[in-house]
């Protein structure tokens, strides 16, 4: 499955974004698929994930309650809502797909190429 993600930008902290990630493919609805985010000193870091239903979500704890993660298997695309976002939710954010639903980025076979998200205080 190839994936691209989309909908990042500029936003201001209070503010809302909706990433889009777009995927390739036949078999969309067999696969978990997650966000992850990255900034150059840290890690990549895991922001939500959710199984090829849709039915089962996870939301790292400092998401919980701003983000929103979302999929529609008839059109092979996946959603994260971001609100109320902060400065520290600035990334480079990564959709990813795999077998397995879960929170490890290493679960993951299948990997965008990243949307930039910058948040300005």
């Known amino acids: 499955v190839q994936l691209q993600a989309s909908g990042g930008g500029l936003v201001q902290a209070g503010g809302s974004l909706r990433l889009s990630c777009t995927a390739s493919?036949?078999?969309?609805?067999?696969?978990?698929m997650g966000w992850f985010r990255q900034t150059p000193r840290k890690e990549r870091e895991f922001v939500a994930a959710?199984?090829?239903?849709?039915?089962?979500?996870y939301y790292a704890d400092s998401m919980k309650g701003r983000f929103s993660i979302s999929r529609d298997n008839a059109k092979n695309m996946m959603y994260l809502h971001m609100n109320s976002l902060k400065p520290e939710d600035a990334a480079v954010y990564y959709c990813?797909?795999?077998?397995?639903?879960?929170?490890?980025?290493?679960?993951?076979?299948?990997w965008g190429q990243g949307t930039q998200v910058t948040v300005s205080s």
């Open positions: 990813a797909a795999g077998w397995i639903f879960a929170k490890t980025s290493s679960m993951y076979d299948f």
């Open positions: 493919g036949r078999t969309f609805s067999s696969y978990a």
């Open positions: 959710i199984s090829g239903s849709g039915g089962s979500t």
